[in-house]
């Protein structure tokens, strides 16, 4: 894990604000959804990206039936 030597505090309602160098390099956008882990006794945030149920695939997913599921793999299931 890299330090950043970024300090932030939370405020009373428990929020923090994730630095704008963080997010640029990151690619985190306004709006963007993130995903919260834990490890151990760490709190870690990573972007959401949903992934195909099947192949785990990031593009061009589309919701089928409440599924996250890539055309290529909605292909195959339309073939059985």
Excluded at 15 to 37: C, G, M, N, W
């Amino acid at each position: 894990m890299k330090t950043t030597g970024i300090v932030r505090q939370m405020d009373s309602l428990g929020r923090i604000v994730l630095p704008i160098e963080l997010r640029r390099t990151l690619d985190i956008a306004q709006k963007d959804s993130l995903e919260i882990y834990v490890e151990e006794d760490r709190i870690v945030l990573k972007k959401y990206e949903p992934t195909c149920i099947f192949c785990e695939n990031t593009k061009d997913i589309i919701d089928y039936k409440g599924k996250n599921i890539c055309p290529s793999c909605l292909q195959e299931l339309k073939k059985v």
